[in-house]
């Protein structure tokens, strides 16, 4: 007769699966909860303690760690020196074993947890079984997930055993499963003790979604999650429209980045290709939104918008106008929703935008590696900022340039914004010279530049960029500082009249 070991924490599906094994003649080993769920239906099992000819030890930290189980798992059924070992010692096979481990990551997210209760639940027999039974898949499969019941049991059914390839695919599911385990642990404790770059640095993300394409039709992609997503695209519910695709979750990811650095005050961004073409705040969500569109009607066709108050019905008669690939907002008024979702194609994300607890890390992959840094999350104030022209700003500058260099920070570097009236007017980013940046956000304000101001990711590193903002009216900038050329701006602020103030920090982005 067959055995099966069963042991779990999560018990979805149990019952049937287990009962279609005793049908096919199947003994079932089992430990637990999982032996007392089993038999309070019906069903008989043999004890652990049965198996191994001892007792649980220590709350149960100690049942299968024993020869009797991993002698029987391990064993090489082709090699008749491991056969032999097992008749002598008494040792029957384990055909088949279902196990999936103590809720660590559940418990490590529960409110108030403490870290006693953490590392209880950090499981050692689970990942020993699972690890020898897939080592040895070509006689045993191993089933850790409870999507994969009725499969196991549809083909132990048709064929009498399961096949190579199947026990091949479920090894690999095993190592993934108890690989991402680890890493969680491992993370859980690395933060504890305050290991910023460890040695090795570990992750695990759960898929999402497989996508249609990636950035281009030819590439194939998925949208995977951290274990534990924070202010995260991962984290929206899809209120309409057909699902999204790589770029469009890149774009997302960028919009609700912009809005984090705006809390606490109505605000409205428009993007496309990961770089904003209008930012706007107001008193209300209609005027912030109003002014987002006013920065730049021309280039939101088709992109994205998104904002950090509920879509109201003023704000979605002008959506419900335009072509958008993408809405995302904590709300959407009834009224509202019922007009937008008569667009077809429109993507409708509802995400809480306004939540304060932010990644701490970013990551960004280079062939064969990974880059790692803090998440660029530097706030400056007007106390923080330095004047360095003979004109000093006026408070309603400060405001602006402030706006500006919350703006700057989110465009692709070499990276130039001018504002005006708490809305973005120009936008210049990506170029290779940073007054070519400068000619691209005067050109798109047009007449709007005159009295803006001027926000740079990054100093300037020839007075020329001061020269095009002189020319276009601009009467205020905010910059990192820093070059050697610095004084040579300054002397042509003066010569303008246009009060320059530095930050002392930079914020490119690549």
Not at 110 to 115: A, I, P, Q
Not at 244 to 255: H, V
Not at 333 to 342: H, I, M, Q, T, W
Request: aromatic share 8%; net charge negative; glycine share 8%.
């Amino acid at each position: 007769m067959k055995r099966a070991l069963v042991s779990v924490s999560d018990k979805t599906g149990l019952v049937p699966f287990v009962s279609g094994l005793v049908e096919l003649g199947y003994e079932i080993i089992s430990t637990g909860g999982t032996k007392k769920a089993l038999e309070e239906a019906g069903i008989k099992t043999i004890g652990i303690s049965d198996i191994t000819g001892f007792p649980e030890i220590m709350d149960g930290r100690v049942k299968t760690l024993h020869p009797s189980v991993h002698g029987a798992l391990l064993c090489v059924r082709s090699n008749p020196g491991h056969v032999k070992q097992l008749q002598d010692l008494n040792i029957d096979y384990i055909d088949l074993v279902c196990v999936n481990l103590y809720p660590f990551k559940q418990t490590l997210m529960k409110h108030g947890v403490t870290h006693e209760e953490i590392i209880e639940n950090i499981d050692i027999g689970g990942p020993s079984m699972l690890r020898s039974a897939s080592k040895n898949y070509q006689s045993i499969p191993v089933i850790v997930d409870p999507k994969d019941y009725e499969s196991v049991l549809t083909e132990l059914r048709e064929k009498g055993d399961t096949s190579l390839s199947t026990r091949e695919f479920l090894a690999a599911k095993v190592f993934r499963h108890t690989a991402a385990y680890d890493t969680i642990i491992a993370q859980y404790l690395t933060e504890r003790t305050g290991e910023k770059y460890p040695e090795n640095f570990t992750m695990t993300f759960e898929k999402v979604q497989d996508l249609r394409y990636g950035e281009n039709p030819h590439q194939s992609a998925a949208f995977y999650k951290n274990f534990d997503p924070k202010y995260s695209l991962a984290n929206a519910k899809q209120l309409h429209g057909k699902e999204l695709s790589y770029n469009n979750i890149q774009d997302g990811n960028a919009a609700i980045e912009i809005l984090k650095d705006f809390e606490g005050q109505p605000a409205a961004v428009g993007l496309k290709h990961m770089n904003p073409c209008g930012i706007g705040i107001g008193k209300t969500i209609e005027e912030a939104w109003n002014k987002c569109f006013e920065a730049d009607p021309v280039s939101i066709f088709g992109g994205i918008v998104a904002f950090n108050e509920a879509v109201t019905m003023p704000i979605a008669e002008k959506l419900s106008q335009m072509f958008l690939e993408i809405v995302i907002a904590p709300g959407y008024e009834r009224e509202a929703f019922e007009l937008l979702s008569k667009k077809k194609n429109i993507r409708l994300l509802e995400l809480d935008t306004t939540l304060t607890v932010h990644t701490k890390f970013k990551v960004t992959n280079v062939n064969d590696g990974l880059l790692v840094q803090d998440v660029d999350d530097k706030k400056v104030t007007r106390e923080e900022l330095t004047c360095v022209t003979k004109r000093k700003p006026t408070e309603e500058e400060i405001a602006q340039l402030l706006f500006a260099w919350k703006a700057v920070k989110h465009v692709k570097s070499n990276a130039i914004v001018l504002v005006r009236n708490d809305m973005t007017v120009g936008v210049g980013a990506g170029q290779m010279n940073r007054v070519g940046a400068a000619k691209i956000a005067i050109e798109q304000a047009g007449e709007k530049a005159k009295g803006s101001v001027m926000g740079s990711d990054a100093y300037f590193p020839m007075p020329d960029t001061c020269e095009a903002a002189a020319a276009a009216g601009v009467t205020a900038i905010i910059q990192p500082g820093g070059s050697i050329h610095d004084q040579d701006s300054i002397d042509v602020c003066d010569q303008y009249g246009i009060a320059m103030v530095y930050t002392g920090i930079r914020h490119f982005k690549h």
